[in-house]
Structures are given as C-alpha cells and as structure tokens.
C-alpha cells in the first residue's frame, strides 16, 4: 500500500447492488406507480425527476412531502393509502441491494481498517434507500457517513468531498474516492482535490467497457493497490 490515510467510498453499485445477474433483484416489471397515482408514466417520471436534486439534498422533509409537492404540482388527489404502499414498495425494494453483499467487500474494508485507513460513505440518498444501512454489516467499517440528504449536499458538488475529509481530519490530498461512476461522482471528487478511482466490479460488461477516464478497478480488492 501506498501511504493514504483516509478512503471515500459510493455506496449503490460499489459497496452494494441493486442488481443480480444483470437483473434488478426486485422485479419491478408488474408495477405501475405512475397509475396508481392517477398520472401518466410520462408525467410521473418527469415530475419524480425533476424532484431529485431536492429530494436527495434534504429540501423535502421525507418521501411522502416530495411526493405531495409531485401530486399537488399536477392537481391530483394525495392517496395516503397508495402513498404508504408505495413508500414500503420503496423501502423493500432498496432493502435487497444490502442483501448479498460480496465477501471481498467485506474483506477490503477489514483490511483497510487493519492498516489504519479512515474510512468514510459518501452517497446520494434519501431516507427510504438507506434504512437497512445501520443492520447490513459495512456500518462497523466506517468512521463517518454523509448521506446526502443529511448533509444536505450531494455529488459531484465537492463541498461533500471536503465535508467528509474534515470530518476524517485528513486533507484532500491523502485521501482517495471509490465509485462506480454515477452522479458524475468521480469529476466531483477530482475538483475536490482526491484521487478518483472508478469500481467496475458491480457494473455489467458493457459498462465496464466505456472509458470514464479513471483508472478501473476490477474488483474490491484491487482497491488495495492504491491505497
């Protein structure tokens, strides 16, 4: 190991997935929120994304104050009922991506903590897709975790970058950021001043092979030769 004193580490499609053998382990194929809602698919995707930003930077209090701004934005009816179906449909759904972790994740953050490397989550999150965070395993490993919503900044802004080492109490430059790549994360934390390092060991094939620019680690332990 080189000498870095502190690792960031993404969450979703890093630590963990949401997908098993190139399928989302929950099958969301039956399901048509949009409906049920009264909205079209179209719209309702529209309006939920145009809703990410806020939602994942704690503008909204909860789930259910975003999906009320959503619904009372198109004039429609708040289903509590509906509201709370989809609210746990949600929970669960984000519930199986912390089932299954690999055992060289496990593996790497242990090693990582032998050495004395101070470790830190940083992820894009709202409140739903992170309950089973405190009981799946990797909370143990970590010194600090920004959630987004908490900290109310997300990546690729790089204050949350800067939050997280002044919390660690390391600089910048000691410290390097694993991600997967999404939310343009790894531009985020190279204007941040860490070293960035794309983890493609969650990614499907076709991903992997589509050049972000960072050097590529094919699996967990591969982190280890950076560090």
Same mark, same amino acid.
């Given at each position: 190991?080189?000498?870095?004193?502190?690792? $960031?580490?993404?969450?979703?499609?890093?630590?963990?997935?949401?997908?098993?053998?190139?399928?989302?382990?929950?099958?969301?194929?039956?399901?048509?929120?949009?409906?049920?809602?009264?909205?079209?698919?179209?719209?309702?995707?529209?309006?939920?994304?145009?809703?990410?930003?806020?939602?994942?930077?704690?503008?909204? !209090?909860?789930?259910?104050?975003?999906?009320?701004?959503?619904?009372?934005?198109?004039?429609?009816?708040?289903?509590?009922?509906?509201?709370?179906?989809?609210?746990?449909?949600?929970?669960?759904?984000?519930?199986?991506?912390?089932?299954?972790?690999?055992?060289?994740?496990?593996? $790497?953050?242990?090693?990582?903590?032998?050495?004395?490397?101070?470790?830190?989550?940083?992820?894009?999150?709202?409140?739903?897709?992170?309950?089973?965070?405190?009981?799946?395993?990797?909370?143990?490993?970590?010194?600090?975790?920004?959630?987004?919503?908490?900290?109310?900044?997300?990546?690729?802004?790089?204050?949350?970058?800067?939050? !997280?080492?002044?919390?660690?109490?390391?600089?910048?430059?000691?410290?390097?950021?694993?991600?997967?790549?999404?939310?343009?994360? $790894?531009?985020?934390?190279?204007?941040?001043?860490?070293?960035?390092?794309?983890?493609?060991?969650?990614?499907?094939?076709?991903?992997?092979?589509?050049?972000?620019?960072?050097?590529?680690?094919?699996?967990?332990?591969?982190?280890?030769?950076?560090?």
């Amino acid at each position: 190991m080189t000498h870095v004193k502190a690792v $960031l580490f993404d969450l979703f499609e890093t630590l963990i997935s949401e997908f098993a053998d190139g399928a989302r382990k929950v099958d969301r194929a039956n399901r048509n929120d949009a409906a049920r809602l009264g909205l079209t698919h179209e719209v309702y995707r529209k309006e939920w994304g145009a809703r990410s930003v806020k939602r994942s930077t704690g503008a909204f !209090a909860d789930y259910f104050a975003a999906m009320r701004d959503l619904l009372g934005g198109q004039n429609a009816a708040v289903p509590e009922q509906v509201l709370r179906e989809l609210y746990e449909e949600r929970v669960l759904e984000k519930k199986a991506a912390f089932a299954d972790i690999r055992p060289d994740v496990f593996e $790497l953050l242990e090693r990582l903590k032998r050495g004395g490397v101070k470790l830190a989550l940083v992820s894009n999150c709202t409140e739903e897709e992170v309950v089973s965070w405190p009981d799946c395993g990797l909370a143990a490993y970590f010194d600090e975790v920004l959630f987004s919503y908490e900290v109310r900044l997300a990546k690729p802004d790089p204050s949350i970058y800067k939050l !997280a080492c002044e919390r660690l109490g390391v600089a910048p430059g000691e410290c390097v950021f694993i991600g997967d790549g999404g939310s343009d994360e $790894l531009n985020g934390a190279k204007a941040a001043g860490i070293r960035a390092y794309q983890a493609v060991w969650q990614l499907p094939p076709s991903m992997r092979e589509r050049d972000s620019g960072y050097p590529q680690l094919v699996t967990p332990l591969a982190a280890l030769d950076v560090v």
